[in-house]
């Protein structure tokens, strides 16, 4: 294991920037950003962490043992007494977020994934909405969506106010970024499922929700990367079927309606790559479970119209209006 967590207090951070002195009668916010293989985008990531103008952050990098330029990287940073890191071999980004958790101290936590960066004030914003709602579990904003290169392509247009039945039965509409949580009910739900490897943030947010209240705040917190080699974007059949086990203890019979047309389509062509193939039983299964899903988009078409399923609920830009 490859670990540093730095020295006690330099002067000055590796920008030459002057350090944010802590205060201690504001909530230590504790970030984790699991790791693996992603020194082309890391730096930014640590950048918008580090640059947060909230003065209370202890900051994680888990690294599952990059190959690449991310250890080299994480070094450079050494000289911030915020920043902490370790590189070794984990159970995937579940078990490297809970490992972070383990080696933190605040009672606010979030995790941001290599990839992803918060936007200036996000910290702030989120914490005096955490105070402001003492009850909430977990606050959760707005995000963008980022290209390769971090050009901005899109605002989510899947975030909205909260309700447990919709994340439960629509979909997943809270923007992982986005979202803050307090260390409290994190581990009284039993932190991360580290099994899940596409839908584990959902899952949290489901179990987080069924136990305390859940607070939605309609500001612009951070930008998500998404390009190909993302597992929302790459997991195809694999990320769909995990979704629709993972809802069913929650009393949910078949995926959330929010993933009819891409589960139909996923089914279609699974049926005929596996009719391709000769794989009878196969195609046929996944042309049952097309059939089904077929059916049940058509329904929510015909009851609530092409854009189907947001009947009533204001996006972000329409809240801005």
């Known amino acids: 294991m490859i670990a540093s967590s730095g020295p006690a207090r330099p002067e ?47 900051y994680w990098v888990v690294d599952g043992g990059s190959a690449d330029e991310t250890v080299a990287i994480l070094r450079e940073y050494a000289g911030d007494p915020r920043f902490h890191w370790m590189s070794e071999p984990d159970g995937g980004q ?32 989120a914490v005096q909405a955490l105070q402001d709602h003492s009850e909430a579990a977990l606050v959760y904003g707005h995000a963008a969506l ?11 247009a899947y975030v909205e106010p909260f309700s447990l039945r919709r994340l439960i039965h629509y979909g997943d509409f809270i923007m992982q970024p986005a979202a803050f949580f ?59 079927d995990e979704i629709a086990r993972m809802i069913q203890p929650y009393g949910r019979r078949r995926l959330p309606a929010l993933f009819y047309g891409v589960m139909l389509k996923a089914c279609l062509q699974a049926a005929r790559r596996a009719l391709a193939s000769g794989e009878w039983a196969r195609a046929w299964a996944r042309g049952r479970q097309a059939a089904g899903y077929s059916v049940a988009l058509a329904y929510r078409t015909l009851r609530y119209g092409r854009q189907g399923y947001r009947s009533g609920v204001q996006t972000y830009e329409e809240s801005r209006r």
């Open 94 to 125: 579940g078990d490297a977020i809970n490992k972070g958790v383990r080696l933190t101290h605040g009672d606010l936590l979030a995790w941001l994934n290599a990839d992803d960066i918060y936007l200036p004030g996000a910290v702030s914003r």
């Open 12 to 58: 000055t951070p590796i920008d030459g920037a002057p350090l944010l002195v802590p205060a201690p009668a504001l909530p230590l916010v504790s970030i984790v950003t699991p790791s693996y293989n992603q020194g082309h985008f890391i730096r930014q990531t640590i950048e918008s962490v580090l640059g947060q103008d909230y003065p209370n952050i202890e």
């Open 182 to 240: 307090r260390r409290g009910p994190f581990l009284e739900v039993g932190g991360l499922n580290p099994s899940l490897h596409y839908s584990l943030d959902y899952d949290l947010w489901i179990k987080l929700a069924l136990r305390y209240p859940v607070h939605y705040l309609p500001q612009l917190l951070a930008r998500a990367r998404i390009y190909p080699e993302t597992k929302t974007a790459s997991g195809g059949l694999d990320r769909l």
């Open 146 to 156: 980022i290209d390769r290169e971090g050009a901005v392509v899109e605002a989510c």
